[in-house]
């Protein structure tokens, strides 16, 4: 089957400018959640939905930074004023039900260049 | 100067040869382990994991080990093969926290010598 999709792959905007990510999780997944991966680095954890509503949004690392999943299935991440410090590989990943030993699958990321 | 963070460890094996990457842990309460997988350009994919009450799990050719005692996570490979370069990151996470973002450590990048 299908599994996570992310768009675009690659993003280059300017400082300033407003971005949107977007990720379509595994079909049935009602669990979301979004990372953000720097040059050499692990994953860092941003935000986890359960359905429609954002469970755990300790992550986001401003106000800057929003996401919603209006459906339950696609999210969209969205950076407003964006910064080259912001410039990261933004991955997504799903799980079935959620909780912490739920097996998470990921996406292949949007690299966000920010000039 | 050069950042740290832009150098990974590095663990280079001859084909065929087993690989061990370690993982140290940071969070006693912990209790959910995952190893992943992530070729270049590519996001993490999953190998293995393994609960708390257990200490060792196998899968294909992959072995995990967990040892509470020390926080310490490792990954066997039987007789690596080409397709196993990647960089190979551990991850933790709670059943009980409530918050189900996992923490990932700071990757190994393995390299296969043919």
């Known amino acids: 089957g299908a599994g996570v999709s992310q768009t675009p792959s690659n993003k280059v905007t300017e400082k300033g400018k407003y971005v949107e990510l977007r990720c379509d999780p595994i079909?049935?997944?009602?669990?979301l959640y979004w990372y953000r991966q720097s040059l050499g680095q692990g994953p860092e954890f941003l935000i986890y939905?359960?359905?429609?509503?954002?469970?755990?949004d300790s992550g986001l690392p401003n106000d800057r930074f929003f996401a919603v999943r209006p459906e339950g299935s696609v999210s969209t991440l969205k950076i407003q004023r964006t910064e080259r410090g912001d410039s990261a590989v933004y991955l997504c990943?799903?799980?079935?039900?959620?909780?912490?030993?739920?097996?998470?699958?990921f996406g292949p990321g949007t690299r966000l260049t920010v000039l | 100067g050069e950042s740290v963070g832009l150098h990974l460890p590095t663990l280079s094996v001859q084909e065929g040869d087993n690989s061990i990457i370690n993982c140290a842990y940071s969070?006693?309460?912990?209790?959910?382990f995952i190893w992943y997988k992530q070729e270049s350009g590519k996001g993490p994919q999953f190998i293995i994991d393994?609960?708390?009450?257990?200490d060792k799990r196998q899968g294909q050719r992959v072995t995990v080990l967990l040892n509470k005692t020390v926080k310490h996570l490792s990954l066997q490979i039987a007789a690596t093969q080409p397709g196993d370069s990647a960089v190979y990151f551990c991850a933790e996470n709670w059943s009980g926290g409530g918050a189900d973002g996992l923490t990932f450590g700071k990757g190994t990048h393995l390299i296969i010598q043919p």
């Open positions: 393994i609960r708390s009450n257990m």
């Open positions: 990943a799903s799980s079935l039900m959620g909780g912490g030993t739920d097996t998470q699958y």
């Open positions: 939905f359960q359905g429609t509503g954002a469970a755990d």
């Open positions: 969070n006693s309460a912990s209790d959910y």
């Open positions: 079909s049935g997944h009602t669990a």
